[in-house]
């Protein structure tokens, strides 16, 4: 019988074998006090024991359709990687008696901070506007998770070189909230323009990607 170890590493080829561009796993315990965690005062995790299988999708610019999203529905891009998230539990289940499951997308529903949890996974580094920016496919994944009844070493992802070395502020100067104006991330400022999409009254919501659209990290030649 493989252990713990062994079995989060073939967990993580089978998320991309169900579809998922990436994938990596972190301890639940370091999601509860994760910097979202500690900037929302709140536990960033449910769980204090076993792992997070973190599964990330593409979300190409030529497909914006993925990203639309519905009252009571999210988003198509959202449900893909819901599937191959509850996918992947059935088959921790199955292949070793692994218990495991999606975990909901919100934090107030039992979620995580995925972006958090990406970077701690090492699936990427955190950009300068606040997006996970992911080698090969810059800042436009999206997350899911999978928590499973596994042990997994308490270790720090490798320190990466700085995704946004070089680069003239593009997400800054696309912003049209002015969301970067003091030189940080304003949550405020972003959440505001997301609020009046959501009441537009569309019925489909595309929300703003402005900053993740301008970003060249990811590009490919
Ligand atoms: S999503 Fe839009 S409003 Fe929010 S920070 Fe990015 S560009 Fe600005
Ligand atoms: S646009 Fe430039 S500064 Fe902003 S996240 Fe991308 S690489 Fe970093």
């Given at each position: ?163 946004c070395?070089g680069c003239e502020n593009s ?45 060249p ?5």
């Amino acid at each position: 019988m493989p252990n713990d170890r062994e079995i989060i590493g073939a967990a993580i080829r089978k998320a991309r074998e169900l579809g998922a561009d990436v994938a990596g796993a972190v301890a639940a315990a370091r999601l509860i006090d994760c910097p979202s965690a500690v900037v929302e005062k709140r536990p960033g995790s449910e769980e204090d024991r076993g792992t997070y299988i973190v599964l990330g999708l593409s979300h190409d610019p030529g497909h914006p359709e993925l990203d639309l999203w519905e009252p009571g529905r999210g988003t198509p891009g959202d449900r893909i990687l819901g599937k191959i998230g509850k996918e992947l539990a059935r088959w921790l289940q199955k292949e070793y008696g692994t218990s495991a499951r999606l975990i909901p997308y919100r934090i107030e529903e039992g979620g995580i901070y995925l972006k958090d949890a990406a970077s701690l996974a090492g699936i990427g580094r955190m950009g300068r506007s606040n997006l996970i920016i992911v080698p090969g496919y810059g800042p436009r994944v999206r997350f899911r998770a999978v928590w499973a009844d596994l042990d997994s070493p308490d270790v720090e992802p490798p320190e990466g070189d700085d995704p946004c070395t070089g680069c003239e502020n593009s997400c800054a100067r696309a912003c049209p909230m002015d969301a970067f104006s003091t030189g940080r991330f304003s949550r405020t400022r972003c959440l505001a323009r997301m609020d009046a999409d959501r009441n537009s009254g569309r019925e489909r919501i595309d929300h703003c990607r402005a900053c993740e659209l301008a970003c060249p990290a990811g590009d490919k030649g």
